[in-house]
């Protein structure tokens, strides 16, 4: 998942700020930062379960 695909999640899925999203999923917002700055890549599974849930947004309106 790329840094723009994780921001585009987070537009989606409502998660305004790193520490939103890092709540949600239940990591530290340093390590949303990282993700975001492309400086780390997002795990696998952290990608498989963002791009779910953007999914089942979309479906469900």
């Known amino acids: 998942m790329s840094p723009e695909e994780l921001r585009a999640a987070m537009r989606t899925l409502g998660y305004r700020t790193q520490a939103d999203v890092a709540s949600a999923i239940g990591v530290n917002r340093s390590t949303v930062s990282l993700w975001l700055d492309g400086k780390v890549g997002v ?3 952290v990608a498989m379960l963002l791009r ?7 479906r469900a309106h």
Request: aromatic share 0%; net charge positive.
């Open 52 to 58: 779910i849930l953007v999914s089942a947004q979309r």
């Open 43 to 45: 795990p696998r599974p």
